[in-house]
C-alpha cells in the first residue's frame, strides 16, 4: 500500500468548515467546524473520485492525513486573522 503524504491534498477553507481533495484519487474530504467546541468533526463526509474508492492508499490512512492537513488549515486560518487584528 502506498503511502499519502501532506502534499497529496489540495485544501479549501470556508465558514463552514474545510474541503480537503486527495489529488492521486479525487477523493473529496468534507469536515464541519462544530460551534460548540470550536474544533472541526473528526469524521469526514467523504466522495470518492475517478477510482471510486482510496485506490491503492489505505482508506484510513487517507482520511487521517485529511484530518491532519484540515486542522493545520484552520489553524493556519485563525492564526493569520489573529496576526490581522
Known amino acids: 500500500m502506498k503511502q499519502p503524504i501532506e502534499n497529496d491534498f489540495d485544501i479549501e477553507n470556508h465558514d463552514a468548515g474545510v474541503d480537503v481533495t486527495f489529488r492521486p484519487t479525487e477523493s473529496q474530504y468534507s469536515f464541519v467546524l462544530l460551534a460548540h467546541r470550536g474544533s472541526l468533526s473528526p469524521r469526514a463526509s467523504v466522495r470518492h473520485g475517478k477510482t471510486g474508492d482510496t485506490g491503492d492508499y489505505a482508506a484510513g490512512d487517507v482520511e487521517a492525513t485529511a484530518f491532519r492537513v484540515a486542522c493545520a488549515a484552520i489553524k493556519s486560518s485563525r ?6 487584528n
Open 79 to 84: 492564526d493569520q486573522a489573529a496576526s490581522e
